[in-house]
């Protein structure tokens, strides 16, 4: 079972179903497949998505959209049937055959009325290539049963002029701006005015083409041992200590005379001793 979710709360979409679909740009798909989504825009009409001859999106009710879906790269025969009819039996309400899915591609197909309200299928491809940091994109669709319209962002309009089944695309800084959409060349709102909030680009990892020390030379702070800083080297000795440590031998023994006191006995010849006294 495909799972499909709200249009209004899942691709921002402002207004009645197919009235304008914002969507933001998923992930490539692979070398070997494709990735799609549906959008159900005709009002008031739950239907069954046939590709291929089979059953693809059971009972797809209006004003949803599918999750994205992997699909094997080719050519495909789409149908919408009566929800409540046998399957795959009878007139389609709307088709469209030799659809070309391309390796790699996203696309999001939309069925819709057109601006004389007639029933229709229409394929979009999305957009998916890299933003600035800290800029968003945004993709504006008109399928509604309307005339031309005007897209406001903030009061000011982004998109004048859009016609069914025409879309258009604009680069935005990331964040919230109140949207609505007024007849075109027109202060008349159709539709909003509703928050939209665009997502913001990621930013570049910053690992890549940065250059950095080796760990062991750049050690964590957590993880680093204390390092305990070696004191200051003491100032010079005074004269008579240097001529006193000339004096002495290297190894002192208990039998030297200037460690020695006075009356500890010392197995050594006196001799040997009174050089190493003080003067």
């Known amino acids: 079972m495909i799972t499909t979710r709200s249009s209004f709360r899942a691709a921002g979409v402002v207004g009645t179903a ?9 992930a490539l798909a692979d070398n070997h497949t494709a990735t799609v989504s549906v959008l159900h825009a005709v009002p008031d009409l739950p239907v069954d998505v046939y590709a291929n001859g089979e059953r693809l999106i059971d009972d797809f009710q209006p004003g949803t959209l599918t999750d994205p879906l992997q699909l094997p790269a080719g050519s495909y025969d789409l149908a919408l049937f009566p929800a409540d009819a046998a399957d795959g039996s009878g007139e389609p309400l709307l088709s469209a055959d030799g659809v070309a899915v391309p390796a790699g591609a996203n696309a999001t ?49 982004v998109v004048p002029g859009l016609e069914n089944p025409n879309e258009a695309s604009l680069t935005v800084p990331a964040g919230t701006v109140s949207a609505d959409v007024v007849v075109a060349g027109t202060e008349t709102v159709a539709i909003g005015p509703a928050d939209l909030t665009s997502p913001r680009a990621p930013r570049p990892s910053p690992t890549r083409g940065v250059r950095r020390r080796p760990a062991t030379s750049w050690p964590s702070r957590r993880s680093a041992a204390p390092t305990r800083r070696r004191p200051a080297s003491p100032a010079a000795p005074p004269a008579w200590w240097t001529t006193a440590r000339s004096r002495r031998p290297s190894r002192p023994s208990r039998c030297s005379a200037w460690w020695r006191p006075a009356q500890a006995p010392c197995a050594w010849p006196a001799a040997m001793a009174e050089p190493h006294r003080l003067q």
């Open 109 to 157: 197909v939309v069925a819709h009325l057109t601006a004389e309200g007639q029933p229709a299928l229409t394929p979009f491809v999305n957009d998916t290539s890299a933003v600035p940091a800290g800029e968003a994109r945004v993709t504006v669709r008109h399928t509604a049963a309307a005339p031309a319209v005007d897209v406001r962002a903030g009061g000011t309009v």
């Open 18 to 26: 197919g009235a304008l679909v914002l969507l933001a740009t998923p």
